[in-house]
């Protein structure tokens, strides 16, 4: 059965603690230098009238996405949870994806080295799970999620069927589920707020929302 998962952030919840980007980091084994969320800091005003913004930014699992139009192999595609998804056997690294994103949300992995000095256990997971001169990107924890939704958990409402980024949040300001599901937490959330989407001029429909 088809899914489309999709992820909302509620910007009065976010904190910009980063602790989404750490968790992602973590649990997913990204080697150094390779970030999935990004965490833009800014400053509006001037002293002593001055605010800080922050916007987290990453895959937007795009209904209509560039990367997956652009990639010459087919490495790059939509799967069946509605997820953009990257084929390490079938990538070749031409960066083609990366212009093509608009939302800078892609990551050519072009060396693993280890965290501090010697090689620790921890890095020799990273290195046995990736490829070099591939793409890294943000996939909603797909190998943790999809086996308990294939089980008929609950995506967004069971911890086994939701990423990393929502679990770990101490504000609950991330939210995930299927927009084909009427009771689904995004759902819920998207029909209850005022929300946007990033560069929606561009018509690449995003499923990362935005509730305002």
Not at 9 to 33: E, H, M, Q, S, Y
Not at 131 to 160: Q, R, S, Y
């Amino acid at each position: 059965m088809g899914m489309r998962l999709a992820m909302a952030l509620d910007l009065r919840r976010c904190i910009g603690c980063g602790t989404c980007v750490i968790a992602c980091k973590v649990n997913n084994l990204l080697p150094k230098g390779v970030r999935n969320i990004r965490l833009l800091d800014w400053e509006e005003g001037q002293y002593p009238f001055v605010k800080r913004r922050v916007l987290l930014v990453q895959c937007m699992h795009c209904e209509n996405p560039p990367c997956v139009t652009v990639c010459p192999t087919g490495a790059s595609y939509i799967d069946k949870g509605g997820v953009v998804r990257v084929d390490p056997n079938k990538c070749t690294g031409c960066k083609s994806c990366i212009m093509a994103c608009p939302y800078g949300a892609r990551t050519l992995l072009e060396k693993i080295e280890p965290y501090y000095g010697e090689p620790t256990p921890y890095d020799k997971l990273i290195e046995a799970k990736w490829t070099l001169n591939t793409i890294i990107k943000c996939d909603f924890c797909h190998d943790k999620i999809m086996p308990a939704i294939d089980k008929g958990m609950k995506p967004g409402v069971d911890p086994e069927a939701t990423p990393y980024c929502v679990l770990s949040c101490p504000t609950n300001a991330r939210i995930f589920g299927d927009l084909d599901d009427e009771e689904s937490p995004i759902v819920q959330a998207l029909r209850g707020r005022r929300y946007m989407v990033l560069r929606e001029e561009l018509g690449t429909q995003p499923k990362f929302f935005y509730l305002l």
